[in-house]
């Protein structure tokens, strides 16, 4: 008898349900790996047992995934003497900063045309 491929064996571990969790389990692990760019890994894992004297086997497997997770956001902040946090260099010089307008499309007033030119 010739030696059937493990796919043919997998579709029938717990009637396909291995291969529809590794199937989920690696679509997350692809999607996280092209977000961060980090390493994932999938690992599918079968255990055979002998159950009994009638040469049946218990095939239990597992499947664990390692999905790499996105770097947290950090928040940069400066301490003061009271032990408080703030956002803004207490050390840095307040700089007097005030809006521009810019003239644009939006600022343009259309004139109408007179009679005759049109």
Do not use: C, F, W
């Not at 890994?41 to 499947?63: N, P, Y």
């Not at 003497?81 to 005030?98: M, S, V, Y």
Request: charged share 25%; aromatic share 0%.
């Amino acid at each position: 008898m010739a030696l059937k491929p493990i796919t043919e064996t997998l579709r029938h571990v717990r009637s396909g349900l291995l291969i529809t969790e590794a199937s989920e389990q690696l679509a997350e692990v692809v999607r996280a790996v092209e977000n961060t760019g980090k390493a994932g890994k999938l690992v599918i894992e079968l255990q055979v047992k002998k159950l009994s004297r009638s040469g049946a086997l218990e095939i239990i497997d597992k499947v664990t995934s390692k999905v790499p997770a996105e770097a947290t956001l950090t928040t940069m902040m400066y301490p003061t003497p009271d032990g408080n946090l703030i956002t803004e260099d207490p050390r840095q010089a307040k700089l007097d900063l005030k809006a521009v307008r810019v003239m644009g499309a939006a600022d343009v007033t259309p004139i109408k045309p007179t009679s005759g030119e049109e």
